[in-house]
């Protein structure tokens, strides 16, 4: 006997109107959770369970998020992966690869998820050897991706892009997240680390809060770039130090870098690798550089002097304006030659 086909129905409009509607409150609860379910956490592993992680939504129903410019801190980076912290309520998110919310909860419960999703091959395995990009003062993720480009056409070990919210905290609070970062690289063997303007200063705190604690990373550092770095402070912070309104744009730390506000104190937390670095400069090449405020040549936000740091392996000047210069071609060829060779 002949069995009958029947025709296909397509689904209706409002079913799928219905479907989406839904899947936007499941969304919108998870980045509005309470903050019972968002508590705080150390950044240890094995810490109990608190409370239960929210499920995770499917690929197909996740909203993409901006990624957390301004306002959250990498915790935990794997491949394209991350768990993050918010900086006022300190809960914590879990994002995909293409920064879709996957699931909020616990640090301890996220980072099982995520374990879970990388032995099932969700997650790309890293090499063993890593390249940590991180960007600086008021800078972004999206800043640093032209210089990772760069670094992968020319390198085979995995990069990361790290994130954190410069502007919400100090100097010494914001190193927390890169520390967890590099505490939780399981796999890898040792790191090389990329660093713009104010985030080589977060490297110094954390090897000195690494040698005052007794407690070494579980990852070698095997070289350091730092582009642009304030190793000194900037004489630019003590001009615009100490107002209301740029401390409400730039944070904290904008005082922390001032020669004549808080830089005496937060020098004094920072030490000098003693593994191989490399400082990349930019400026006029002049001089005079771009500001009256700065002596001599300048980037127009940190003094050209301001930059050397006793104990490098290396010094280039390539030229350029302090924010962008991550963008620029002789910069990121500098930066592959030193990962590479060790010099410029």
């Known amino acids: 006997m002949p069995t009958t086909r029947h025709p296909r129905t397509a689904l209706p409009l409002a079913s799928i109107q219905r479907l989406l509607i839904t899947a936007l409150v499941w969304q919108t609860f998870l980045i509005l959770a309470p903050r019972s379910m968002l508590a705080s956490e150390p950044t240890a592993f094995h810490a109990p369970l608190l409370s239960r992680l929210t499920l995770p939504t499917p690929a197909l129903f996740r909203l993409p998020t901006l990624g957390g410019a301004g306002s959250w801190t990498d915790y935990v980076v794997y491949s394209d992966w991350r768990i993050q912290r918010h900086y006022r309520h300190g809960g914590y998110r879990l994002l995909d690869h293409c920064d879709r919310l996957v699931a909020t909860g616990q640090l301890s419960d996220l980072h099982r998820e995520l374990c879970d999703r990388a032995a099932c091959g969700e997650v790309p395995r890293m090499t063993r050897h890593v390249v940590v990009v991180v960007h600086g003062l008021a800078g972004s993720r999206r800043l640093m991706e032209p210089l990772i480009r760069s670094i992968c056409r020319c390198d085979s070990r995995s990069v990361i892009n790290v994130g954190f919210a410069s502007r919400r905290g100090t100097i010494e609070e914001l190193t927390l997240g890169l520390e967890s970062v590099l505490r939780n690289l399981h796999g890898v063997q040792d790191v090389s680390l990329v660093c713009h303007s104010m985030s080589g200063l977060m490297v110094r705190h954390l090897l000195y809060r690494e040698r005052h604690s007794n407690c070494p990373l579980p990852v070698k550092i095997n070289r350091m770039v730092m582009i642009s770095p304030p190793n000194h402070g900037s004489e630019l912070a003590d001009t615009l130090g100490q107002r209301p309104f740029i401390e409400a744009v730039l944070g904290e730390s904008v005082d922390q870098l001032a020669p004549s506000v808080g830089w005496a104190c ?79």
């Open 266 to 344: 937060l020098e004094s937390k920072l030490d000098v690798p003693t593994f191989p670095f490399g400082i990349i400069a930019g400026g006029k090449c002049d001089g005079e550089g771009y500001m009256r405020a700065i002596s001599g040549d300048d980037d127009s936000v940190v003094g050209i002097q301001s930059h050397y740091l006793p104990g490098s392996t290396d010094f280039i000047q390539v030229g350029g304006l302090h924010q962008i210069m991550p963008l620029y071609r002789r910069t990121q060829d500098a930066t592959i030659r030193f990962l590479r060779y060790g010099h410029f």
